[in-house]
């Protein structure tokens, strides 16, 4: 089955400056990749994803790239602010209606 | 318009004891998926109901859990002679269906097991 690995676990940055965090999975049949954010006491919520047609896609401040070859995919988040601080998870799936295969998260502080 | 709801949104209970979590999918949502968060697992699948088709139970952990979905709508997970190690957070998503990538989850129910 697919697993999905995520880095780094956790993720410190000033507000302003810029985060990443990567993901790389194992299936090459998985064609979806969200990024969902999770706040404290509160359950995942989608902000961005792409599908393996497309190498890039953005949205405001955040942007993620796909590399189907290597099988890896990135977030990126520009000029964070402090409401950034959560835990992100990215995910994998093999087709649309598949369940998603999760990242082990990646928690982000964003200090003032 | 309203998202997933889950209720309880917390649950304490006693070792041995069966449980039901509820999951009100976002109305015209044709899937449903049920995923379990824990500490030392992560985010996990559990099961998935489409329309009328049979469900994908392939990631329920063991036969004291079971799921079923009535009028293509709410759903129930129930978990018979509850384990500590089944205390988690029980999430549910909805999607709008075949052919549909993103799936939206709810609140997710606190399970604690004494």
């Known amino acids: 089955g697919e697993n999905v690995e995520q880095h780094p676990s956790t993720l410190s940055v000033q507000e302003g400056d810029s985060a990443v965090i990567k993901c790389t999975y194992s299936?090459?049949?998985?064609?979806?990749f969200p990024w969902y954010k999770q706040e404290l006491g509160k359950g995942p919520q989608l902000i961005i994803d792409?599908?393996?047609?497309?190498g890039e896609k953005k949205d405001q401040r955040i942007a993620v790239t796909l590399n189907k070859t290597a099988k890896h995919f990135s977030l990126h988040i520009t000029e964070t602010q402090p409401e950034d601080s959560a835990v992100y998870f990215c995910?994998?799936?093999?087709?649309?209606?598949?369940?998603?295969?999760f990242g082990g998260g990646t928690r982000v502080l964003v200090k003032p | 318009g309203a998202g997933v709801s889950q209720s309880p949104s917390n649950k304490v209970t006693e070792k041995g004891k069966d449980v039901e979590l509820r999951c009100d999918p976002i109305?015209?949502?044709?899937?449903l998926y049920w995923y379990r968060q824990s500490l030392g697992q992560g985010l996990e699948f559990l099961i998935y109901?489409?329309?009328?088709?049979?469900?994908?139970k392939s990631g329920l952990p063991s036969d004291r859990f079971s799921a079923e979905r009535t009028g293509g709508s709410v759903s129930t997970l129930t978990i018979q002679r509850t384990q500590q190690e089944d205390s988690a957070v029980y999430l549910c998503?909805?999607?709008?269906?075949?052919?549909?990538?993103?799936?939206?989850f709810g609140p997710g129910t606190r399970l604690t097991v004494t």
């Open positions: 109901f489409q329309g009328n088709s049979a469900p994908d």
């Open positions: 792409i599908r393996s047609n497309v």
């Open positions: 995910a994998a799936s093999a087709a649309a209606g598949n369940k998603l295969t």
């Open positions: 299936d090459s049949a998985s064609n979806y």
């Open positions: 998503a909805s999607s709008l269906g075949v052919g549909s990538y993103e799936q939206y």
């Open positions: 109305s015209g949502h044709t899937a």
